[in-house]
């Protein structure tokens, strides 16, 4: 009996070792082909990525014309609806500064009517004034050119100067004099 079992044993070893070989025979197999992918894979993976490489750089060619077209497409538009507002904005200056040099001249003759009713005077009658008082003030140096005689040659000077300085006192207090009666005669006719 033992032998029996002993062999039977060695039959089972014997028979289990047949189906093994093809599966070793098969995983071999497996991996020779994973290899042969491999290889095939870096043969093909350079044709690949040239390929690839060609693929993109027409893509980027291809995008940069699409970038010019759109480009010029929006510059249009832009420039189209730039003009459309740069006119719009004219009109809209044109308006504002219209309104306010109106609103400035009312302004300004609002002002003058108040001050004109407050007795307050104007630019053009302190312009009137000023010219009037540069024409009196002219005569008046013409009138004061006049009055001093001519200077003969003379060869007392300090007599002279005496004789001026007594003529010019008496003349201030004339004029003084005659303002006074002037200033009196005017409260008398109102």
Not at 30 to 51: M, R, T
Not at 138 to 162: G, I, L, R
């Amino acid at each position: 009996m033992a032998k029996k079992t002993l062999k039977k044993k060695v039959m089972k070893k014997k028979a289990q070792a047949k189906p093994a070989a093809p599966v070793v025979e098969s995983a071999r197999e497996i991996w020779l082909a994973g290899l042969g992918a491999f290889s095939f894979a870096q043969n093909e993976s350079v044709k690949i990525i040239d390929q690839g490489n060609k693929l993109f750089e027409k893509l980027v060619s291809e995008g940069v014309k699409l970038e010019k077209k759109t480009r010029n497409v929006a510059e249009s538009a832009v420039g189209g609806i730039k003009g459309e507002v740069e006119s719009t904005v004219g009109a809209v200056r044109k308006q504002a500064v219209d309104n306010w040099d109106k609103l400035e001249t009312i302004f300004e003759n609002r002002v003058a009517r108040v001050l004109g009713q407050l007795g307050v005077p104007t630019a053009e009658d302190v312009n009137k004034l000023s010219a009037r008082v540069q024409t009196l003030a002219s005569k008046v140096t013409a009138m004061s050119q006049a009055e001093k005689p001519a200077k003969p040659a003379a060869k007392k000077p300090a007599a002279k100067k005496a004789v001026a300085k007594k003529a010019t006192a008496k003349k201030p207090a004339a004029k003084k004099a005659a303002t006074k009666k002037k200033v009196a005669k005017k409260p008398a006719t109102k």
